[in-house]
């Protein structure tokens, strides 16, 4: 008989037929006469009960329906005669797919730490949390996809294996085929990567972006979605050293389209989780207010989950410079009383997180946008504006998130280009190809990345990024 998904058995509209029904078993409870069957195949958040009538079937069969074990069941699917499900499968017969071994399988029905569900990744996908996060996170991919080709779009696959440093931050996993133990060097005892595969330096790229403008600058829009990988050194809870980024790139785009097109993108997908992912959302929005209420009061983020996505489609993103923003961490209570850990003395500083959280959940209370940051603590790529000292950059900062976008318009201008990257000691010869686009046919053009961990975080209401990608990479842990 053919299985049916748990997802479509519940919308009732089976009821009096026969069914097949497939999935892992959640709990199993009931008396000696009769079980009562919690059974998942992560098609939804919800569980589908498997009434087991103990005389039909023998004591051996039920023995091996345990927690975690896989199941096959033919019965009636019925309206249900307890309160809690609509409908239920009354079970004929039953084929144990996979045992469990109760001694041995580390989930069982009761509320597992998220440090220890991260030591069981393979795993924790059975849990009612990780089903629901990764429904979401596909769901917000496509989301990305549909955007941009609903815009008309076209999404580019840039390489995985580059040569440069799009962001000039030295933060780079090294790619080679060398004997590690028997590297070959050069007369002055360099590395000789003439006589590595790529007969060059590369590494795994930091960013889709400088080959992205590559794109841009003849099909006018495109965008990119992948992996990007960082040596930062950061344990924190909004850091991964693998992570997925969306970068699209824009010609004859300026700083304030660029904010636009953010602003728009980043409504759309999270409309866009509110309206098809209702079930995963209330069950995380559920989750999020138990968290919340557990906390002290001064750390509660004061809305709830779903609240705060709805915020965000409501209420424009409010737009301040750099200059604006530092004027008003300077004089803010935490700066004046030395609160942050970094304390703002002057223009040019780098803002920290705390700085950027400040901005959002305490002073403005909305998504912001940062622009024309002071142009030393910026990428080489960022336009320079007629100030001299500043650059067309933009960070959109988010509540309980910090930045969840950077970007700019970048510099089109191939002279001033060329100095940047001397001020940068950015040697010329290897970014030719980078600057043949500002020798023949410049034009101005911007474009973003936006961290889609981060965008995970804020519509699944999980604290830590090593719970929203599924199998997280961090300085020491590369498991499964
Ligand atoms: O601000 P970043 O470094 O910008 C770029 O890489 C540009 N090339 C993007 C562009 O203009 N096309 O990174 C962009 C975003 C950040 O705002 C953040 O959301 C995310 O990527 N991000 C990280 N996410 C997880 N782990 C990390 N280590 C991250 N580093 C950056
Ligand atoms: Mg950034």
Known sequence: MKRTEIKELLKGEKTGESVCVKGWVRTKRGSKNVAFVALNDGTCIHNIQVVVDAQKFDE??????????????????????????????????????????????????????MEFLREIAHLRFRTNTFSAVFRIRHALSFAVHEFFHKKGFNSLHTPIITGSDAEGAGEMFKVTNFDLKNVPLTEDGGVDYSKDFFESETNLTVSGQLEAELGALALSKVYTFGPTFRTENSNTSRHLAEFWMIEPEVAFAD?????????????????????????????????????????????????????????????????????????????????KKKK???????????????????????????????????????????????????????????????????????????????????????????????????????????????????LMLFVTGMSNIRDVIAFPRTPGNARF
Not at 67 to 95: C, F, H, N, Y
Not at 323 to 331: F, G, M, P, Q
Not at 397 to 419: A, C, H, N, T, Y
Request: aromatic residues 10%; hydrophobic residues 35%.
């Open 255 to 335: 700083l304030n389209d660029n904010m636009d097109l953010a602003q728009e993108f980043l409504r759309y997908t999270i409309n866009y989780i509110l309206e098809h992912c209702q079930d995963d959302l209330q069950f995380l929005d559920k989750r999020f207010a138990d968290i919340e209420s557990k906390k002290p009061k001064n750390e509660r983020s004061g809305s709830g989950l779903i609240e705060k996505m709805e915020f965000v489609l409501q209420n424009d993103f409010k737009r301040v410079t750099y200059t604006e923003a530092i004027d008003i961490l300077k004089n803010s209570k935490p700066n």
């Open 60 to 113: 051996d069969t039920l023995k091996r329906i345990t927690t975690g074990a896989s199941i096959s069941v033919v019965g009636d699917l019925i309206e249900s005669q307890g309160s809690g499900q609509k409908v239920e499968v009354a079970a004929g017969d039953i084929e144990i797919l996979g045992e469990a071994d109760p001694d041995n399988y580390p989930l069982q029905p009761k509320k597992h730490s």
């Open 340 to 454: 942050f850990q970094y304390v703002i003395e002057e223009w040019g500083a780098d803002l920290q997180s705390e700085h950027e959280r400040y901005l959002v959940e305490k002073h403005f209370k909305c998504p912001v946008i940062i622009y024309d940051y002071p142009a030393n603590i910026k990428a080489f790529y960022m336009r320079q504006n007629d100030d001299d000292k500043t650059v067309a950059a933009m960070d959109v900062l988010f509540p309980g998130i910090g930045e969840i976008i950077g970007g700019s318009q970048r510099e089109e201008r191939l002279d001033v280009l060329k100095k940047k990257m001397t001020d940068f000691n950015i040697p010329e010869d290897e970014m030719s190809w980078y600057l043949d686009t500002r020798r023949f046919g410049t034009v101005p053009h911007s474009g973003f990345g936006l961290g889609f961990e981060r």
